[in-house]
């Protein structure tokens, strides 16, 4: 990483939601182990390279352990008690703030409880770090659990330094409206210096909604707001292309890829997609689109196999179980009718992969389908491109992602026309190795010239310039 953003930062503040580290085993043999997921591990290689605190959730309700340091980065957990997990967290952030984020893929509530415990858990991070914050440091504060802490932060300390970046896309006009409480939020992503988005679209649409909820004026880019000027700007976050890179090389991988392949039939083109089970990814209409495919007799499970790994996510709330269960019903129902002996049509594994494993999968895939709603970025994406070293395999991406505004030269789908899905997916499994490759380089390109420490440089960049 380059050093020109975060030389001058003699410690960097992190306020995410969830830490970057969960406990695992009780009491005595209790230990803290590093937690998978984007967010932290785009942060985790800055954090190596500056002084860095991290303020979170630990995860649990009523838990709060001692700040303590781990691999060189002080942990400050923060209190949500049980009920705030409930409204704060189930409430606010997965029920109103998620869906309506997402294209209203799922109808948001909005409960005055639920703002006034999201409230609260913003004051107490914004006062962690106001605490914690001394001359020269700097607060990056992340996602749409904590949109009111750079405005209540920035009322203790002035003088800091505060960023903010949505992980999320930002909604156009007409659905952010519907929140009873927009402008507050407005005002709250205001308190920071720079407000970054995952695109140019999201960006433009926080500022036109900044100008039209709030007193705020000037370009798309460039907000003046009660005496200070905002920053905005579209902040693409990436992968540690590096790492992906390196690991699709090594040995061990490649074994891995090897067995695979002989488990799944090895003459059978592998369709891969891998997700955390959400109702915003699409796994839903993808698996109408595989059905269909199977149903057209273009394709049968003798010709390909359908792998989908779906991480569990908040399992707890009627509309994840709901999709939990729709998903398995509809892979029974494939199954039933496609697979025969030693020839099953999907598997389907609800669970975690380590990184190493999925990098084995993205390797023995020759396919992937990538098809979200509605998503900020899609990692999955680019740590897909970044496997295929040799050029080969076929990205499927949905217009919905982030991630297409870069990836311009996958096979780009609307998930929700499913026959132009199948006919994608069909492309996909016939396409010409010189085509296939073609397009490889240049998606490779790409996320081999911006990776995560790129994104990171940018942001600090733009905050500390
Ligand atoms: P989101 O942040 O909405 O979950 P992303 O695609 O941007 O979606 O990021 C998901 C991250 O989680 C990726 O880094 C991906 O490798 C990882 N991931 C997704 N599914 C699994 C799984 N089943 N096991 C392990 N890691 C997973
Ligand atoms: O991408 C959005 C996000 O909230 C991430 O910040 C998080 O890692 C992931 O989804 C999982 O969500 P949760 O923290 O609610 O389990």
Redesign the pocket.
């Known amino acids: 990483m380059g050093r020109a953003g975060i030389h001058k930062i003699s410690r960097l503040l992190v306020l995410a939601n969830r830490l970057p580290v969960h406990r695992v085993g009780r009491e005595r043999d209790a230990r803290w182990v590093p937690s998978?997921?984007?967010?932290v591990?785009a942060l985790q290689p800055v954090l190596q390279r500056v002084r860095g605190c991290w303020i979170g959730w630990t995860g649990i309700g009523g838990d709060t352990p001692r700040a303590f340091r781990h691999d060189g980065v002080i942990i400050r957990p923060v209190a949500v008690s049980e009920q705030e997990v409930e409204d704060y967290y189930h409430g606010m952030a997965n029920q109103t703030l998620w869906p309506l984020y997402h294209d209203a893929t799922r109808t948001p509530e909005f409960r005055r409880d639920w703002w006034r415990s999201y409230l609260g858990v913003n004051q107490r991070f914004a006062r962690a770090a106001a605490n914690l914050a001394r001359r020269g440091d700097v607060a990056w504060v992340h996602d749409y659990h904590l949109q009111m802490v750079p405005r209540l932060l920035r009322r203790s300390q002035p003088n800091l330094k505060i960023g903010f970046f949505l992980?999320?896309p930002f909604p156009p006009e007409e659905l952010f409206e519907w929140l009873p409480w927009r402008s507050q939020i407005l005002t709250g992503l205001l308190g920071a210096d720079v407000v970054g988005f995952q695109t140019v679209g999201s960006a433009r649409n926080f500022s036109r909604l900044a100008r039209e909820y709030t007193s705020a004026e000037g370009t798309d880019q460039e907000l003046a707001f009660e005496g200070r000027t905002i920053y905005v700007n579209a902040f693409p976050?990436s992968?540690d292309t590096e790492w992906w890179e390196e690991r699709a090389q090594r040995p061990d991988t490649l074994r891995k890829v090897q067995e695979i392949r002989k488990r799944i039939g090895p003459k059978r083109k592998i369709l891969l997609a891998?997700?955390?089970l959400?109702y915003?990814?699409g796994i839903d209409f993808r698996l109408q689109a595989f059905e269909e495919l199977l149903m057209s007799k273009k394709a049968s499970s003798r010709d390909c196999v359908l792998v989908q790994?779906?991480?569990p996510?908040r399992e707890s709330e009627k509309d994840y179980s709901q999709l939990r269960a729709k998903i398995e019903r509809t892979v029974g129902r494939i199954n039933g009718q496609f697979s025969a002996p030693g020839r099953v049509a999907v598997h389907y594994?609800r669970?975690?992969?380590?990184?190493e494993?999925?990098a084995a999968y993205y390797l023995a895939a020759d396919v992937m389908l990538?098809t979200p709603l509605r998503?900020?970025?899609?990692?999955?994406?680019k740590?897909y491109v970044a496997t295929r070293t040799d050029n080969t395999g076929v990205l499927v991406l949905s217009q919905f992602a982030g991630a297409a505004r870069e990836l311009t030269r996958a096979l780009i789908v609307n998930p929700r026309d499913i026959d132009q899905m199948t006919k994608s997916i069909l492309q996909a499994m016939r396409m010409p190795y010189e085509e296939a490759a073609a397009r490889m380089s240049i998606l490779r390109m790409r996320v081999r010239r911006h990776d995560v420490y790129l994104w990171a440089e940018h942001f600090l960049q733009a905050l500390t310039s």
């Open positions: 998978a997921g984007g967010l591990t992980h999320t976050i992968i891998v997700d955390r959400d915003t990814k790994i779906a991480a996510s594994f669970k975690n992969l380590t990184r494993d999925l990538v998503d900020g970025m899609n990692l999955v994406a740590e």
